[in-house]
Structure formats: structure tokens, C-alpha cells
């Protein structure tokens, strides 16, 4: 049996937040190289994204970057577009880490990963749970708070939270 070696944390991190941080740097002390996969997600519940993906991208370096994640080496963050296996099997990754914080993440992450399976077998899904500080925090949330005005700093990244301030500002 072979060791997986390179790993992707795929999400659309709209924002990025505390929580996916953990997630990512979980994932890089399990696996020697970790890619954090920005999907494009135009269509993401119907009403695309706050943030371009260019602007997600670089939020996202920043925040692990302040976070001290990059530091560790071995994590690189970049943006994609199509299917999450084709991206894998591209950036030659033997397994996709996906953080769980309820049974609704469960039910839909193990969805994807029966699908990601069917079309790529020698894709591994690995499933991390959510540290019980961060359960309860999502980027819906996140940006819902933020636009009316309230503190995030408990949620996100010093980085982000200046981020979201500046967009909910200028909406």
C-alpha cells in the first residue's frame, strides 16, 4: 500500500475563515504536501461569490500566511476551475482532506466523495474533524455578520476580517 504524499483541501473559502485554517493546517501535519484547491464556484448557491477568485486566492495565502501555516512548508494555494478529480490527478495528489463540522456537512461531503470515487478511484477521501472551537462558524455566516456590520474578528483571520470591512463598506 502506498502513503499518500500530497494531499488537496479544496473549498471555495468565501471567505476564508478560522475554521479552514485549522482544517489546513491539520491536514499539512498528516501529509507531507497539502494544495489548497480555490474553486471558481460561480454558481455556488445560485448567487456566485462575494470575493472574485483572484481576490479569494490571495486572501487565502495571506491568512495562512499570518497564521503561520505557510511557514511549515509543503502548502501552496491555488485556483481551479472544472472537476476536483481532474484538478487532483493534475497536480499529482494521491487524496482530497475535507474538514466535517455536522451530520448536513457529512451527508453532503460523503456525496462527493462516493462520486469523486466512482470517478477516481485511486483518489482517497480523508475526512478531518472540526475542532469544536470552529463547529459552528461558516463563511455563510461570516459574510452574513459582516454585512451587517458586526465583529468577525473571532471567526476569521485579522487579514480577512480588514478584507471583509473594506467590501461590506464599499456594498
Do not use: W
Not at 16 to 28: E, Q, Y
Not at 75 to 103: H, I, N, W, Y
Request: hydrophobic share 45%; proline share 4%.
Amino acid at each position: 500500500m502506498n502513503h499518500i504524499q500530497h494531499v488537496v483541501v479544496p473549498g471555495t473559502f468565501d471567505p476564508v475563515t478560522l475554521g479552514h485554517v485549522d482544517v489546513i493546517g491539520r491536514a499539512r501535519h498528516l501529509f507531507p504536501q497539502v494544495t489548497v484547491a480555490v474553486a471558481e464556484s460561480r454558481t455556488k448557491r445560485g448567487v456566485g461569490t462575494a470575493f472574485t477568485l483572484d481576490e479569494r486566492v490571495e486572501m487565502l495565502r495571506d491568512a495562512l500566511e499570518e497564521q503561520g501555516i505557510i511557514r511549515l512548508g509543503g502548502v501552496r494555494v491555488l485556483p481551479f476551475t472544472g472537476l476536483l478529480v481532474d484538478f487532483c490527478r493534475e497536480q499529482s495528489a494521491g487524496g482530497v482532506v475535507k474538514g466535517l463540522r455536522a451530520m448536513t456537512d457529512f451527508e453532503y461531503e460523503l456525496q462527493q466523495a462516493d462520486l469523486n470515487a466512482h470517478l477516481a478511484p485511486d483518489i482517497e477521501s480523508v475526512f478531518v474533524m472540526s475542532n469544536p472551537g470552529y463547529g459552528y462558524v461558516s463563511s455563510s455566516i461570516v459574510r452574513e455578520l459582516a454585512s451587517l456590520g458586526s465583529d468577525v474578528d473571532m471567526l476569521v483571520p485579522a487579514c480577512v476580517a480588514v478584507r471583509l470591512k473594506e467590501h461590506f463598506a464599499d456594498a
